[in-house]
């Protein structure tokens, strides 16, 4: 698998793909006199068409894991970012890495580790001197963070300084270093594996980093018919080729496609309440998140319930978003900010089983 160079050897700009040959798939329809909810519905059924082409092209790397591809998909297009979590050897980094080829985006890839400072993500200014005129100035040196997809890698293996580098470019697409602000590339968005945190030398992600994540995919591992493929397919001499699909400013133009898709005032109610109903002592929580949840969603969740809704509908061909697509994300949207107690631990309950109860006991009404 490739890899990115050391994040403190990373060029003196940002990196710019190369100019990708546009499918039709991403093309906007033809002008004319077509009204424009038609054309809208045209680009949905090509990113549909686009998402199927996509699944085709990472299947020539990744057997088996449909799910966690489906759901980094979805993220990708609705500009999120998504946290995988799993053991070792699950091809987390191949998987991210598989996606930036097959979209032709800039990749870098930062391995987080105890030592890994704040300037080595972000990049810093360096004092230069000019030796015709001997004056000096400070130049800024910019850090593996300037991609279109960066692959946080074991992000939970560095302290939390460090992790806290990254809160500013997730959140507002930008890095201020020495007073200064530097816009980072479009599209951009942050895949990070984790260790289990039960495993030696890890930090938990603190609860501000966390919120930023849009998803929490767990990544398990395959079954025995999946492993043996994986035992046949990567043991030989090369890899196969993967095609180039979209490009940067087609991934951007399909990100604005699924924020302009409506969504009613009932499927986005639904978000409201499954949001409100995962915090303790409110009155539309039920009685087992009283008992078992210190701490429930916040309103990033009923943003991020509503855009996964979004991009799950547009994926599968569709301009109209319904409960069952906010049912669908809402298990990777909730997991990671729903916070058990000791009483939910003692009992084997976790934020996955509260989320499992809340589906079955929230009404759409």
């Known amino acids: 698998m490739t890899q990115a160079a050391d994040p403190t050897s990373t060029p003196a700009a940002p990196a710019e793909p190369a100019p990708a040959k546009e ?25 549909a068409a686009t998402h199927k082409r996509m699944r085709g092209e990472i299947a020539k790397r990744i057997i088996g894991q449909a ?27 191949m998987m991210v890495h598989t996606l930036s080829e097959i979209m032709d985006l800039a990749f870098q890839r930062i391995q987080f580790t105890p030592d890994l400072m704040p300037a080595d993500i ?7 001197e000019d030796r015709s005129t001997g004056k000096r100035s400070f130049r800024f040196v910019y850090g593996p ?19 806290a580098a990254l809160l500013q470019a997730m959140q507002e697409r930008s890095v201020s270093v020495a007073g200064t602000t530097h816009e980072l590339p479009k599209p951009f968005f942050v895949l990070a594996t984790q260790n289990p945190i039960e495993q030696e030398g890890t930090y938990p992600l603190p609860e501000a980093q966390l919120d930023r994540f849009m ?14 493929l994986i035992a046949k397919a990567t043991t030989g ?49 039920p009685d087992f998140v009283s008992q078992y949840v210190s701490w429930g969603a916040g309103p990033r969740a009923v943003q991020y319930l509503v855009l996964g809704a979004k991009a ?24 990671h900010r729903v916070l058990t107690n000791f009483a939910a631990e003692a009992e084997g309950i976790d934020s996955d089983e509260i989320v499992r109860r809340l589906l079955k006991v929230v009404p759409e009404a």
Do not use: W
Not at 69 to 92: C, E, S, W
Not at 274 to 283: D, E, F, K, M, Q
């Open 23 to 47: 499918p039709a798939v991403g093309k906007e329809p033809a002008a004319g006199k077509e009204p424009a909810a038609s054309k809208e519905a045209q680009l949905v059924h090509m990113l």
């Open 67 to 93: 799910d966690v591809l489906d759901d980094m998909l979805t993220a990708i297009f609705a500009q999120g970012h998504a946290l995988l979590i799993g053991v070792p050897g699950l091809a987390k980094t």
């Open 122 to 128: 972000t990049g810093t200014e360096v004092l230069e």
């Open 145 to 163: 963070v300037f991609a279109n997809i960066v692959l946080a890698d074991e992000i939970n293996r560095t302290p939390p300084k460090t992790q």
């Open 215 to 228: 998803f929490a995919l767990k990544v398990d591992y395959p079954s025995a018919a999946e492993e043996l």
């Open 237 to 285: 001499p090369a890899q196969a080729p993967l095609g180039k699909l979209l490009n940067q400013q087609q991934v951007t133009h399909l990100q604005n496609l699924v924020r302009r898709v409506p969504v009613s005032d009932h499927v986005a109610n639904y978000a409201v309440k499954l949001s409100r109903a995962t915090r303790p002592g409110r009155p539309e929580a």
């Open 312 to 335: 799950r509908a547009v994926l599968g061909g569709t301009i109209n978003v319904a409960c069952d697509h906010v049912r669908e994300v809402a298990p990777i949207v909730l997991r």
